[in-house]
């Protein structure tokens, strides 16, 4: 059971439709929602460790601005924002997909940026300079992999065809930028709020 | 009581001069030098750097015995260190030895019989034998004289196709490189220097700037018609601010572009040819305030190693770059305490030590090199030698002096590469952000290692594959005699 587990992740990245079809219609929900959040934290993990310890010849950080908890916002956020778009534009468009699919298949997308990106933290160590164009070839291979698994992802859990997928994925990258727009809208004026309110308390209580 | 509040005040304020003092100790590099120098890192932030120079002697000319310079506007130092100074004002230039004795004076020179002088020259030069070349702005032209004095040539304003009919001749700066040629730079030309042979004829212009166009006024001059166009202005090239030769006969000179490179190195077909390797480009400041816009450069000084400084006319201040275009040292400010200026015109090295001219007081201000200038000077120059050991040795006491100065690391980690310690050579190459030369060594260290190492990881592979070999078969064999049982049982 706990190995079939940990072998379904890479079954999907091979077979992504046949994977997400299962994804969708034959597992147990709640192992896959488990399943997602491990892969994110993973991700999390990956992507520390990578600013932290990838080599000097593809990794010149500056120690003062790297900051896990950003390193966690930044996987968190976007994936979130993800769901959270597409789910509001494919409930809108016939899509077949619940919240739960859209999220579990998301999540199970990602896991290319782990698989590779992993290794070649270590392996990044043991490069010349010449020979950073295969770290920057598996790096963007991890990338469209995973786009690739999202695209297919999500075209099976919402039953779209090929060309309404790619013009959803499309519309949900715009709905993010409305979301995060928002977003800052939304805190900025808090902000303001609270200042307001700050500086009037302030005025009354300095007031002799 | 109110004594006891009285000392209560006392305790408070030396509890926090110690608190304060103790947080300054821990960032401020070398805080007793008292000097506000600095640095810019790998990350464009600005780090404390001890002081390489210290204003020693302000000079004007009542203390140098020729009474007051009267606007003054530029200086030249021969490499046997004596010291001309182009008295504008007073319309002659005052020769010094390098402990400022006076040599002489000249004022007037003998042409065709008849005594001639200066009127306003804004430029001088001196070549190594003691030619000394004048922009005699005042009388629209460029006299060459011998060191006896005797006129060599005068170049009057020059006839060419290549000049407007209108074209005034206005030179303001000149050098001269070995073949005797000169090279005038003329306020209101757009198209590089002027430069003329050995006779004195205008040749050609060398080393034009480029146009640089602002997107959005090309955006308003595209839209508006041809009356408004004609009447807004033209996108001309920058005029260039001064310029100086070096040993080797490449001019390096600087403009007021706003962007783009400011410091320029030409050579003989004009084309810029500064190495810009450093962290950042080298303009001055880096860091600055929209109001107070990018330093605005007024005068180069190229000397051996190529080392290079340029003035920063509207901050007074100095930097110095090494050939390579890292950020060496900085010195000078606006203001009037000694080592400030009011409007500083021109430097010149003496041997080690910087003269600065500020034309608004007539005052030359003697910049003496700290233990840090010496030590980083020396290094750069043993660097630029190939001498390693010694540059290894200058660069290992500029660090212990001063461990912001990034690119030094570098200079320790190449003498390191040369002597085969590589993996303290890879050290050193990260503290100063040098991919490339990291890159160098970590291939020979990779080498090294994979040969010391060879025969405990050829024997770990084949003991590897002899061992998962092995496993496979014994492995095969179980489940064969499994699949043997459960057919035996079914």
Known sequence: ?208 | MRKSKHTWRVLLLTALCCLIGASLGGTLAYADTGASSYNYSFWGRTVAAPAAYKATTVLDGKELGIGALKDPSDLHVTPDNQIYVLDSGNNRVVVFDSQFKLIRIIDSFMRDGKQETFNNPQGLFVTPQKQLIVADTGNQRVVELDANLSVIKVIDPPQSDLLNANFKFQPVRVIADQAHRIYVMSVGVFDGFMEFNQNGDFTSFIGANRVKVDPTELLWKRLSTRAQRSQMVMFTPTEFTNLDINDEGFIYATNGDVWGDTIKKLNAQGNDILRRTGYFNPKGDIRYTTEQGPARLTDIDVTHSEIYSVLDGSRGRVFTYNGDGHFMYVFGGIGNQLGQFKTPVAIERVGDDFLVLDKAFGEITVFKSTEYGRTLNEATRAYYRGDEEKAFELYNKTINMNANLEFAYSGIGKSLLRKGEYKEALHYFEESYDRGNYSKAFLLYRKQVLREHFPTIMTGIVVVIIAAFIGRVLWKRKKLRRMRGVSIES
């Open chain 1, 1 to 208: 059971m706990n190995r079939e587990l940990i072998k379904y992740p890479f079954y999907i990245i091979m077979h992504p439709f046949n994977g997400f079809w299962d994804l969708k219609y034959d597992r147990t929900q709640r192992n896959n929602v488990i399943i997602s959040f491990v892969i994110l934290f993973l991700l999390i993990i990956t992507n520390i460790l990578s600013s932290e310890y990838s080599g000097f010849i593809v990794n010149i950080m500056n120690p003062d601005d790297m900051n896990s908890l950003m390193e966690i916002a930044y996987v968190v956020v976007p994936v979130l924002f993800w769901c959270v778009a597409n789910w509001s534009l494919t409930t809108l468009m016939n899509g077949e997909g619940r919240f739960v699919d859209i999220f579990t298949s998301t999540c199970f997308a990602l896991v290319p940026l782990i698989v590779i990106n992993f290794p070649w933290i270590w392996l990044s160590k043991v490069i010349s300079l010449q020979e950073t164009a295969f770290y920057y070839f598996f790096s963007s291979f991890a990338v469209f992999w995973s786009l690739f698994l999202l695209f297919v992802g999500n075209m099976t859990i919402h039953q779209y065809s090929p060309s309404k997928t790619i013009g959803m994925i499309l519309l949900t990258v715009v709905a993010m930028g409305f979301i995060a727009f928002i977003c800052l809208l939304f805190f900025s004026l808090t902000q303001q709020m609270v200042s307001f309110v700050n500086v009037v308390y302030k005025e009354l209580a300095l007031r002799r």
